[in-house]
């Protein structure tokens, strides 16, 4: 099984380098592949992780790509995703892993049974929060924050403590910041109002 798994990601590695710049049609196409074979998303967001170039960039948009269409597709590789966001430093890398990350805690809220809400862990969880916290904190663009905040406001809606904290970041933070941040934090502000409220 393991040389199977080589292969794939071998045909993956080819695939990612062949492709000189990504474009939506090359993503597209790749996240295609990784849809139809499943199998080839442990390799996909392997070498999302594993390199710290360009392969890893392209990667990183396919696998936002892969996990937009299919989140359950994660599910059993939260582990390895959560234990390696601390280590990702390309601003273009993280804001994938920020949508990712935003697109698990929103399946996590669910009201329904979803794969990542039935074997998602505390300690995932954790790591989630911590590394959405310390992207909205740091100095990253408004796309980055907006994914963080949404994601900590999902998670909030079962961990009370997050609204609060949230809150306080984001009230101190809207004068200082551009109006998509403003839009988007007045927009989570509001849906803790409510959920205060009910």
């Given at each position: 099984m393991n040389?199977?798994?080589?292969?794939?990601?071998?045909?993956l590695l080819k695939e990612l380098n062949a492709v000189p710049a990504l474009t939506k049609s090359s993503r597209d196409k790749i996240a295609k592949t990784v849809l139809e074979d499943p199998t080839q998303f442990q390799s996909l967001i392997e070498i999302a992780f594993d390199?710290?170039?360009?392969?890893?960039?392209k990667a990183c948009s396919?696998?936002?790509t892969?996990?937009?269409?299919r989140i359950e597709?994660?599910?059993?590789?939260?582990n390895f995703f959560t234990d390696n966001l601390p280590n990702v430093t390309d601003e273009s890398c993280i804001r994938s892993m920020a949508k990712i990350s935003n697109l698990v805690a929103m399946d996590?809220?669910?009201?329904?049974?979803?794969?990542i809400r039935l074997v998602i862990t505390k300690d995932q969880i954790s790591q989630l929060i911590e590394s959405n916290f310390e992207w909205l904190l740091s100095d990253h663009k408004v796309g980055i924050k907006a994914d963080a905040m949404e994601a900590l406001y999902y998670l909030?809606?079962?961990?009370?403590?997050?609204?609060?904290?949230l809150k306080?970041?984001?009230?101190k933070n809207i004068p200082n910041e551009s109006p998509g941040y403003i839009a988007r934090a007045k927009k989570i502000l509001e849906g803790i109002s409510k959920n205060q409220a009910a």
């Open positions: 040389a199977v798994k080589g292969i794939s990601k071998f045909s390199y710290d170039n360009d392969i890893s960039a396919i696998l936002e892969v996990c937009e269409k597709y994660m599910a059993f590789n939260l996590y809220d669910s009201k329904f049974d979803s794969a909030g809606n079962s961990i009370s403590w997050i609204h609060y904290e306080m970041i984001l009230d």
